[in-house]
């Protein structure tokens, strides 16, 4: 199952006007193995696409399939588990905190979906794992941790209820460079180890270019491309995109333009690096 969005449209409704803030998606997301960043300028529709994928938002126009169930549900059709199977992670997840300790909060998700305590238990301490929570904050409170250490508790409050699908908006915004690759790591091991199907919101290009394997851009809430990253920084009409280039790209356009060293893309600075060092060697 996966996925699929078939001439989705959403308004917002404002005063006097209505805002069109996605016109005709048409999309499919396969249950595992996708790896999709979502890009695009502020107001493009990243975040209510994004809302519509576990029902926080459902469509004023067209119908959203998500893993079997439609969008806008029948009359009297309950749609709350999509929320358990598409874990959404907002743009400041440390805002949903609230319990009284860190255990606690990543044990709420799995128990509003009728967890036992001890399964939720069982299943907070795995999620806790994952992102590396030290067992002794376990008792500590949420809101006397760094902000890097927040960003993991709210995390592992979504994969303790053991999502399908992971959805990230702007999941690494604020954070220090050690912490923005720490918390990708975790991301991209549960897509490789676990086949986890990752969506991520990012305005990163740097993010997207290492860590994506699709990606879709959004302009004034339509989809104007949809396919691999390498097609996409290649792509020969790039700047119509109003996009920035990763700067493992513009690092090696330019040396193309100054030194002639012949343009041969890398999409992470690893890459890159391997690149130089091969180059300065022949």
Do not use: C, W
């Not at 302009?219 to 920035?244: A, C, M, N, R, V």
């Not at 330019?254 to 300065?280: M, T, V």
Request: glycine letters at 6%; a negative charge.
């Amino acid at each position: 199952m996966d996925i699929q969005f078939k001439d989705v449209g959403y308004k917002y409704k404002g005063i006097k006007v209505n805002y069109d803030a996605l016109d005709k998606v048409n999309l499919s997301i396969d249950e595992k193995d996708e790896f999709i960043a979502i890009i695009g300028h502020t107001g493009s529709g990243k975040s209510t696409l994004v809302q519509h994928m576990n029902a926080l938002l459902l469509p004023t126009s067209g119908t959203v399939n998500v893993l079997g169930q439609t969008l806008p549900p029948q009359k009297n059709q309950k749609i709350n588990h999509l929320r358990q199977k598409v874990g959404l992670v907002f743009q400041f997840p440390e805002y949903q905190l609230f319990e009284e300790t860190i255990l606690k909060d990543i044990m709420f998700g799995p128990k509003n979906f009728k967890s036992t305590e001890e399964e939720a238990l069982i299943k907070a301490k795995k999620a806790a794992t994952i992102v590396g929570i030290d067992p002794d904050l376990y008792e500590q409170s949420p809101f006397r941790i760094s902000g890097g250490q927040m960003r993991r508790v709210a995390v592992a409050g979504i994969l303790a209820m053991e999502p399908k699908i992971l959805v990230l908006d702007e999941p690494t915004r604020g954070l220090d460079p050690k912490g923005r690759k720490d918390l990708m790591k975790i991301f991209k091991d549960l897509h490789e180890i676990d086949h986890k199907s990752i969506v991520l919101i990012s305005h990163d290009m740097d993010i997207v270019s290492e860590y994506a394997k699709r990606v879709i851009v959004l302009e004034q809430g339509e989809i104007i491309f949809d396919g691999k990253k390498e097609d996409l920084f290649e792509h020969p009409d790039f700047d119509s995109f109003h996009l920035d280039l990763p700067t493992p790209l513009r690092i090696l356009k330019h040396l193309e333009k100054e030194i002639n060293l012949p343009y041969q893309p890398k999409y992470d600075f690893e890459s890159l690096l391997r690149y130089l060092k091969e180059a300065a060697h022949e």
